[in-house]
């Protein structure tokens, strides 16, 4: 079952790393498909300016990403917690609670 940002992920990615987005797949490694640690960011700014959003994206868990479906698990989580109406803001976070 894909998630609703599996498509996108992996079309960003095909894009930055100039493949076909079929030919990715959940399982490949993100090393090995040659994404730095530049590309991850360049992906993950591509992701804040489409899909917009009150808090920041965690920038620091990407590079705990191993594989491109560890990406596409942190972008799925970023948007459902982004979309939750009463969250509790954590230590540092720009969003307060909903009150």
Same mark, same amino acid.
């Given at each position: ?6 498509a ?12 076909? @987005? ?7 490694? =993100?090393?090995? /498909?040659? &994404? ?7 992906? $993950? ?7 917009g ?11 705990? @990403?191993k594989?491109?479906?560890d990406?596409?698990? =942190?972008?799925? /989580?970023? &948007? ?7 969250? $509790? ?11």
């Amino acid at each position: 079952m894909s998630s609703p940002s599996q498509a996108l992920v992996h079309h960003l990615l095909a894009t930055r790393l100039r493949i076909d @987005a079929e030919s990715i797949d959940d399982a490949d490694d =993100l090393d090995e /498909l040659g &994404l730095d640690a530049l590309d991850k960011v360049f992906v $993950v700014l591509r992701i804040e300016d489409l899909c917009g959003g009150e808090s920041d994206f965690p920038i620091a868990e990407v590079a705990h @990403a191993k594989t491109v479906g560890d990406f596409v698990a =942190l972008v799925d /989580l970023w &948007l459902q917690e982004d979309t939750t109406p009463y969250r $509790v803001a954590g230590p540092g976070s720009r969003r307060g609670s909903a009150a």
